[in-house]
């Protein structure tokens, strides 16, 4: 039976999410963009509400409980309600949502390979009776981006741990998280068996950051290169631990936590995306209606371009609730969110341009739809570009039939 209703629950957490987009976001996106960042007491009496960036906090910290863990998994809807609240959040300001304190990317991967302990220690630090803090997760490098099989940053086992080296570049929230997830090869003619990820916290000796980059879009969201110098990571922080690694030979493993994780992520990317989209076509809309008498020849233009953003968005959005229900329910979703992640990405540039198009030079300075549409952009890049979902998709076709792409 399928039902394309919300249940009470997933429509709150929609209203709640909402009214926060609106009345909390929303006045301060134009200014947040303009400086480049989100204010910090902003992001204080935020984190003060209880207001994190993370897939488990919608399903009651699913993760810290071993009873939670073995809730039934048609019970399960953490992903769910992230891409409902994802939707909304994307709305408001992606960049804003992209700095909601909370473990971010780096908690996804936490989650599924961590250790108990590691879940403890690490995801217990996000409360809204500490100060804000943040996660992150570093896998992309100068020469390995969609080809993340190509890492360069070393890790040398030593006495009590590993010895880190090397550069990460445009990593979400980098500089000011209190940990990252770092994905490092421990012998590179292993190729992906050779991965592994570390958590390697704020203030470890070696590990710094180098620089913040300057966008085109999301400005708000802070985006850092990272340098790994001799760093030194206690054993405890291999993520799994030795044991996850030897229980799977010399199978990819740390590929496999990296790519684990965009199944988790990439349909709530593409419902930021979706969120995007929607706010640009809600303002046309509304335009359209209201200016409509004084531009009446353009009313079958605009017609025909809200009439598509409507149905972009919502193909959009059916494609990512099912790949958000194929995470919940445990089936395996990869080329699902590969297809939302790449169409999502997609419809939302394309809305944009359309609305912008329709509004004219009235959409272009210090307005909504020019920064929705500077903003759109990398959502057809981050958490894998187009192309590569594309490739991830036709994998999927191929790869039973033992064809390899
Ligand atoms: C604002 C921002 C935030 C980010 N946040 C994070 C983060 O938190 N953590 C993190 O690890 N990374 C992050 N990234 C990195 C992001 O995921 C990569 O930029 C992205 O995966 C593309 O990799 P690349 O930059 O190396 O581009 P490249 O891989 O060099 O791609 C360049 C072009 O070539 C195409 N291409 C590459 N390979 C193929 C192929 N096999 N077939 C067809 N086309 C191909 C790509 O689609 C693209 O169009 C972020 C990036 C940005 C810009």
């Known amino acids: 039976m399928i039902s394309f209703e919300m249940s009470s629950h997933q429509q709150q957490v929609k209203d709640v999410v909402h009214w926060f987009a609106e009345n909390e976001m929303r006045p301060i996106s134009m200014e947040a963009d303009k400086m480049g960042r989100v204010p910090d007491d902003w992001l204080e009496k935020i984190n003060q509400l209880g207001i994190q960036l993370s ?54 991967p936490v989650q599924s390979s961590g250790t108990p302990e590691q879940k403890e220690r690490f995801l217990s630090i996000f409360s809204k009776d500490e100060p804000p803090r943040w996660g992150a997760y570093a896998l992309t490098e100068p020469d390995a981006g969609s080809d993340v099989s190509g890492i360069r940053t070393t890790a040398k086992k030593v006495e009590g741990g590993y010895v880190l080296n090397g550069q990460k570049i445009f990593i979400t929230n980098g500089a000011r998280a209190s940990w990252v997830v770092v ?11 050779g991965h ?22 999301i400005r708000a969201s802070e985006t850092a290169e990272l340098l790994f110098e001799d760093c030194f990571v206690p ?18 493993s740390g590929f496999q936590v990296a790519m684990k994780t965009f199944d988790n992520t990439r349909p709530i990317v593409a419902s930021m995306a979706i969120g995007i989209a929607r706010a640009a ?6 335009w359209v209606r209201r200016e409509y008498p004084r531009h009446g020849r353009f009313y079958h233009r605009a017609s025909e371009v809200l009439a598509n953003a409507e149905l972009d968005i919502e193909a959009a959005r059916l494609l ?41 030079p ?43 792409v």
């Open 55 to 108: 897939t488990s906090s919608f399903d009651g910290g699913e993760q810290k409980s071993e009873k939670k863990e073995k809730k039934r998994k048609s019970e399960r809807q953490g992903n769910r309600l992230a891409v409902i609240a994802s939707e909304e959040l994307g709305w408001g300001d992606p960049a804003i949502a992209l700095t909601l304190p909370g473990p971010g990317l780096g908690g996804p």
């Open 183 to 193: 994905f490092a090869t421990v012998d590179r003619s292993l190729g992906r068996a």
């Open 196 to 217: 592994r990820a570390f958590v390697v916290e704020k203030g470890t000796p070696g590990f710094r950051c180098t620089r913040l980059a300057r966008k085109m879009g």
């Open 235 to 252: 054993e405890e922080n291999l993520l799994g631990g030795e044991a996850y690694y030897e229980s799977r030979g010399s199978g990819p």
């Open 281 to 286: 076509y809600e303002y046309t809309l509304d």
């Open 320 to 360: 990512t609730w099912e790949a958000a229900w194929k995470a919940d329910i445990g089936q395996p979703n990869a080329k699902e969110a590969a297809m939302c992640k790449a169409y999502s990405g997609k419809i939302a540039l394309d809305v944009c341009a359309k609305c912008l198009e329709l509004l004219g």
């Open 362 to 404: 009235a959409g272009l300075e210090n307005h909504i739809l020019e920064k929705l549409y500077r903003d759109a952009k990398i959502f057809d890049i981050f958490e894998g570009t187009n192309q590569i979902q594309h490739l991830v998709t036709a994998r999927q076709l191929y790869e039973p039939h033992g064809v390899r």
